[in-house]
């Protein structure tokens, strides 16, 4: 019903920057809070930025000062522009955003496939 699609990843070296987009697409009525998380090599997924429908933003405490999360919503798009990577920013990087497909329905989370981001000299 609802697809999520990731684009931007890539490999840049330590102190660049990469620009990720997360576009929402398919039976949509609304979108809540759309978010970026993170899952290194091994290790569990976790939050990265979070953006409500309003445009309040949250980070983690790890990019707060280098990443930027911001959301187009006549596009139904997430973004996240990511500054001075460090190494250790290296993950699959997945886009989640909370949808409502009717003014009936609760909002339900929907994921993208993830893109890789690799942070290596």
């Known amino acids: 019903q609802v697809q999520l699609v990731e684009s931007g990843g890539g490999l840049v070296q330590p102190g660049g920057s990469l620009r990720l987009s997360c576009a929402a697409s398919g039976r949509i009525f609304s979108i809540n809070a759309m978010g970026w998380y993170q899952q290194p090599p091994g290790k569990q997924r976790e939050l990265v930025a979070r953006?409500?429908?309003?445009?309040?933003?949250e980070y983690a405490d790890s990019v707060k000062g280098r990443f930027t999360i911001s959301r187009d919503n006549a596009k139904n798009t997430v973004y996240l522009q990511m500054n001075s990577l460090k190494p250790e920013d290296t993950a699959v990087y997945y886009c989640k955003a909370a949808v409502e497909t009717s003014s009936l329905a609760y909002a339900r989370d929907y994921w993208g496939q993830g893109t890789q981001v690799t942070v290596s000299s």
């Open positions: 953006i409500t429908s309003g445009g309040s933003t």
